[in-house]
C-alpha cells in the first residue's frame, strides 16, 4: 500500500547530499507579493523559507521541488540521507541536480551499539560525512526508545559511550539535529480515550505506553543532559525541542544553551493550541533559535507524501492545502481557533501568532541559512 511504501522509502532513508553549487535567490527578502483577487489566503510562506526538517527519495527531485516552489520554500534538508554506500551518494547526486537546493544530512548506523569498533565505525561515518561537505547529523528517537547498548540495556540519550562520537561532530562543526521521544500522549495508555487516538489506532506501533519503554520525562532529561554536555555543538531539537506539550520547558533549555535550537516540525498542532499570547511571546523571546520545519515526506509515487504525520489513506488534495494553509496561517495571522495542519494529530484547533515581518524572515529562513551557511540574501 502507498502509505507503507512511503514508510518504507523514508525508513530507508535512501536520500542525499554534500557539495554545494551557490544559488542566489533573487528575491528572497521580499514579501510575497500582495495577493492577487481570487487568491486564499496563506496559499504560500510570506517570505522564502528554509524547511528544516524534510525525508524527500531521492529519485523524486521534481515534484520535491514542485512543492517547494509551490510553498515558497528555498531549501529542504533531507534528514533520510543515510551514510556513505547507504543513500548518501544518491543524495549527493540530488543535491547538485536540484542546484543546490536539496540539502542532505547524514546519519550513522545504530544497529550494533557495544560491539567492539562501533563507536570507531560512528566516528569514521560523519568523518566521511563531514569531507563529502554534508553540514549536519541526523539522530532519529531510536536512540532513547530503540537501540540496544549492547549489554541487554536500552541505550540512554546520554550514555558516555557516546561521548567521543559527540565531541567528533563538534570537532567536523556538524549539526546535530536530534528527535529525543515523541508526543507525550504516545506515552500513555492506549485506548480511545488518549488524545491521539485518531494517530495511535492508525499505528498501534507508535505507542510508548508499554512499561518497558522510559517515560516521556526520563528521555527528555537524558536529552538535555546530552545538549549540555557539548556547549560547542550546535543541536536542532526536532519537533519543537521535543516537547511541544511543555513550552516552558524548551524554554528552559534554550536559556541554559546556547548552542541550541528548535525546529518546527509536525507540532504546529501541539503548541498551536497553547494560549497564542504565551506563544507569540515566546517566538518573539526567540526569534533566532527557531528554525522552520515541517517533516514532509516525499516520494516517486504521487501517493508517497508525508504532512507531518501519515493516516491510512494518501493525503487527499484537499487535505494538502489544508496543510500548507494552516500552518502559514498560524505564524502570519492572528485568527482564532482554526484547523490545524494535521487532523489525525487530535481533534482541537489551534490559534494564530502574527508574527511581525522581521520575525518570519528569521524564523521561516534566515535562521537556518545561517547555522548552515547557504546562500541566503
Ligand atoms: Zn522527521
Given at each position: 500500500?502507498a502509505?507503507?511504501?512511503a514508510?518504507r ?5 535512501l536520500?542525499l547530499?554534500?557539495?554545494h553549487p551557490r ?5 528572497a527578502?521580499?514579501?510575497t507579493?500582495?495577493r ?8 504560500r510562506?510570506?517570505f522564502?523559507?528554509v524547511?528544516?526538517?524534510t525525508?524527500f527519495?531521492p529519485?523524486?527531485?521534481?515534484r520535491e521541488?514542485?512543492m517547494m516552489d509551490a510553498?515558497?520554500?528555498r531549501y529542504?534538508i533531507?534528514l ?7 543513500g ?7 543535491q547538485?541536480?536540484?542546484?543546490g537546493r ?6 550513522i548506523d545504530?544497529?550494533?551499539v557495544?560491539a567492539d569498533?562501533w563507536?570507531a565505525a560512528?566516528?569514521?561515518t560523519?568523518e566521511?560525512?563531514a569531507s563529502?561537505g ?5 539522530i532519529?528517537?531510536v536512540?532513547?526508545l530503540?537501540a540496544?547498548?549492547g549489554?541487554?540495556h536500552?541505550?540512554?540519550v546520554?550514555?558516555?559511550m557516546?561521548?567521543p ?5 563538534s ?5 546535530v539535529l ?7 500522549a504516545?506515552?500513555e495508555?492506549?485506548?480511545p ?6 494517530e495511535l489506532?492508525?499505528?498501534p506501533a507508535?505507542s ?5 519503554y522510559p517515560?516521556?520525562?526520563e528521555?527528555?532529561?537524558e ?5 549540555l ?9 526536532a ?9 516552558d520547558?524548551?524554554?528552559s ?13 509536525a507540532r ?5 493550541r497553547h494560549d497564542?499570547?504565551r506563544?507569540?511571546a515566546f517566538?518573539?523571546?526567540w526569534?533566532?533559535?527557531?528554525i522552520f520545519?515541517?517533516d514532509l515526506g516525499i516520494g516517486t509515487d504521487?501517493s508517497?507524501?508525508m ?8 493525503p487527499?488534495?484537499e487535505e494538502?492545502?489544508r496543510?500548507w494553509?494552516s500552518?502559514?496561517?498560524y505564524?502570519?495571522?492572528n ?7 494535521t487532523p ?6 489551534i490559534?494564530g501568532v ?6 518570519l524572515r528569521?524564523?521561516y529562513?534566515?535562521?537556518a541559512?545561517h547555522?548552515l551557511n547557504?546562500?541566503?540574501?
Amino acid at each position: 500500500m502507498a502509505v507503507k511504501r512511503a514508510r518504507r522509502l523514508l525508513i530507508l532513508g535512501l536520500v542525499l547530499v554534500g557539495c554545494h553549487p551557490r544559488e542566489r535567490p533573487a528575491d528572497a527578502s521580499a514579501r510575497t507579493a500582495p495577493r492577487a483577487p481570487g487568491v486564499p489566503a496563506y496559499s504560500r510562506a510570506a517570505f522564502p523559507a528554509v524547511d528544516i526538517h524534510t525525508h524527500f527519495d531521492p529519485a523524486a527531485t521534481t515534484r520535491e521541488l514542485a512543492m517547494m516552489d509551490a510553498q515558497n520554500i528555498r531549501y529542504a534538508i533531507n534528514l533520510s540521507a543515510g551514510w556513505a554506500g547507504h543513500g548518501l551518494e544518491a543524495a549527493l547526486a540530488q543535491q547538485t541536480e536540484s542546484a543546490g537546493r536539496i540539502v542532505p544530512f547524514c546519519m550513522i548506523d545504530w544497529r550494533g551499539v557495544g560491539a567492539d569498533g562501533w563507536v570507531a565505525a560512528a566516528v569514521a561515518t560523519l568523518e566521511q560525512c563531514a569531507s563529502a561537505g554534508v553540514r549536519g547529523w541526523k539522530i532519529p528517537k531510536v536512540l532513547g526508545l530503540g537501540a540496544g547498548d549492547g549489554h541487554g540495556h536500552r541505550l540512554h540519550v546520554d550514555d558516555p559511550m557516546l561521548d567521543p562520537i559527540f565531541e567528533r561532530a563538534s570537532a567536523l562543526n556538524l549539526v546535530v539535529l536530534i528527535h529525543s521521544g515523541d508526543p507525550r500522549a504516545f506515552f500513555e495508555p492506549n485506548t480511545p480515550a488518549n488524545e491521539r487516538w485518531d494517530e495511535l489506532r492508525a499505528h498501534p506501533a507508535w505507542s510508548f505506553a508499554d512499561p518497558m519503554y522510559p517515560r516521556w520525562t526520563e528521555i527528555l532529561d537524558e536529552f538535555e543532559r546530552r545538549v549540555l554536555r557539548h556547549p560547542r555543538l550546535r543541536f536542532i531539537g526536532a519537533h519543537f525541542g521535543n516537547a511541544a506539550e511543555d513550552p516552558d520547558r524548551v524554554e528552559s533549555l534554550l536559556v541554559r544553551a546556547p548552542n541550541y535550537f528548535i525546529d518546527t516540525s509536525a507540532r504546529i498542532p501541539e503548541f498551536g493550541r497553547h494560549d497564542p499570547a504565551r506563544m507569540r511571546a515566546f517566538f518573539l523571546r526567540w526569534q533566532d533559535r527557531v528554525i522552520f520545519g515541517t517533516d514532509l515526506g516525499i516520494g516517486t509515487d504521487p501517493s508517497d507524501l508525508m504532512l507531518g504525520s501519515t493516516g491510512e489513506q494518501p493525503p487527499t488534495p484537499e487535505e494538502i492545502t489544508r496543510f500548507w494553509r494552516s500552518t502559514w496561517r498560524y505564524f502570519e495571522s492572528n485568527d482564532r481557533a482554526f484547523e490545524h495542519p494535521t487532523p489525525i494529530q487530535g481533534r482541537w484547533t489551534i490559534s494564530g501568532v502574527g508574527l511581525p515581518d522581521g520575525v518570519l524572515r528569521k524564523i521561516y529562513g534566515a535562521n537556518a541559512a545561517h547555522l548552515l551557511n547557504l546562500a541566503w540574501p
